[in-house]
């Protein structure tokens, strides 16, 4: 599908301001993370795996600091690091699971993992940082479904173990604040409980 290309600014430029649009306010009352295993094809193309990541990186973040990296893994790559974590599967609490887990992360056509990689700052909290990384998650699963595509954002005990994280090339006080898997769900997905807002929101004069 040919779609006209994203718009782009100079520093410094001014915005559109935003527009009532019905169709976004379905498309959020109706946004649903896909079961990471259900993902098949089609994925995005090369081109549009730009646009995903352009939008995806056009998050908040306190000071200017990008204190994130994103790392597109291909099939390949993924097929790769699921045979390494492999060995380190049976040496979780509960093995038989943690190697079933490793599906979610050869699923997808295309996942693309966010890395929290918090900078020295005098001025920003490392949390405000590392919450930037996952503005960069959600923002990223909001273009994959602009684009059409659903999209789940999971993170699983690989993200946590220190040696996966070696295999994964993350180290030096980086966090995996994600893995955004994207593709195709063949079957709707189902509501899952919502919080019932009288419980969660306080409104003050
Ligand atoms: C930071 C983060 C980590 C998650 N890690 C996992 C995970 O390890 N395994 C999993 O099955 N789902 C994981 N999820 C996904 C949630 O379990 C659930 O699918 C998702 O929040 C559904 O929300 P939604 O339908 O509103 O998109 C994670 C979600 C977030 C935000």
């Given at each position: 599908m040919t779609r006209p290309a994203l718009p782009r600014f100079a520093l410094g430029d001014p915005l559109p301001a935003p527009t009532s649009s019905d169709e976004l306010r379905l498309r959020l009352a109706t946004r649903r993370s896909a079961p990471a295993q259900a993902l098949t094809e089609p994925g995005p193309s090369a081109e549009e795996i730009g646009d995903i990541l352009t939008l995806g990186a056009r998050s908040p973040d306190h000071g200017k600091l990008f204190p994130w990296r994103l790392v597109v893994l291909g099939r390949q790559s993924r097929a790769e690091l699921a045979e390494a974590l492999t060995p380190l599967a049976a040496l979780q609490p509960e093995p038989n699971k943690a190697k079933a887990v490793l599906g979610k992360l050869t699923a997808a056509p295309v996942t693309i993992m966010v890395v929290s990689a918090p900078v020295p700052s005098q001025k920003v909290p490392e949390w405000e940082q590392q919450l930037s990384a996952g503005a960069v998650c959600m923002n990223l699963e909001h273009a994959a479904n602009a684009l059409g595509y659903s999209a789940s954002w999971i993170t699983d005990w690989y993200s946590y173990d220190p040696q996966a994280l070696d295999i994964l090339d993350?180290?030096?006080?980086?966090?995996?604040?994600g893995f955004v898997h994207i593709g195709t769900l063949a079957e709707a997905p189902l509501e899952r409980p919502r919080p019932d807002l009288a419980d969660r929101v306080t409104w003050r004069p």
């Open positions: 993350v180290g030096g006080g980086e966090q995996v604040a």
